[in-house]
């Protein structure tokens, strides 16, 4: 479970080759990457609203696929003002020395009826890890829509270190949903 943690953001922009070969990219308006996490004793939502996607998909060879999502970790909403001005602190993120957390993709491994695994190498923190997440695949006319959910444990990253590494306090278990349209980019007309 915990080597689920970035492919989230790393899958929403992942496995959307299926649809049409080339480059994609995430509509923002129309996506969303957030979490879900428990601290002292509420449940809590929150979401990652910055992140830029470099995506490769031939849907010929969709195990040929290399994705790169990066989320910026400073731009986080831990869903309570007091959290999300301490999500960035070096406690949690530590966002000035690592201002992005990184999934890059090595593999694709289709699972039948639009789903999929995902895997690759999540990078927080300064700490990279493997990481695989299944996600569902959907065509919304040119466009694939790209959902998931996966739990990951934040001390993997020492993310809520010192007195917040009590998981009596905050726990130690994240859920991650993702939902990213990817729309096709458009291509280059050579001179």
Do not use: H
Not at 7 to 16: D, G, I, N, Y
Not at 37 to 57: K, N, S, V, W
Not at 93 to 99: H, I, L, M, N
Not at 138 to 153: A, D, M, P, S, V
């Amino acid at each position: 479970m915990k080597k689920r943690i970035a492919c989230l953001l790393v899958v929403a922009s992942l496995v959307p080759a299926l649809a049409t070969a080339g480059n994609w990219s995430i509509d923002d308006a129309r996506s969303k990457i957030g979490f879900q996490y428990q601290a002292m004793g509420a449940t809590l939502d929150g979401e990652f609203p910055q992140y830029m996607a470099d995506i490769e998909l031939d849907p010929a060879k969709p195990d040929q696929a290399q994705i790169t999502l990066d989320v910026t970790t400073a731009k986080t909403d831990a869903g309570n003002p007091d959290a999300t001005a301490e999500v960035g602190s070096p406690l949690f993120f530590d966002s000035r020395r690592y201002p992005t957390a990184r999934f890059a993709s090595s593999r694709i491994q289709p699972q039948g009826n639009g789903r999929f695994l995902v895997e690759g190498k999540l990078s927080v923190k300064g700490i990279t890890r493997p990481a695989g997440i299944p996600v569902m695949l959907k065509t919304e006319g040119k466009n694939q829509r790209l959902t998931g959910t996966f739990k990951l444990n934040r001390l993997d990253y020492r993310i809520g270190e010192g007195m917040w590494a009590d998981t009596s306090a905050l726990a130690n278990e994240v859920k991650v949903a993702f939902s990213l349209l990817l729309v096709p980019k458009p291509s280059r007309k050579t001179p």
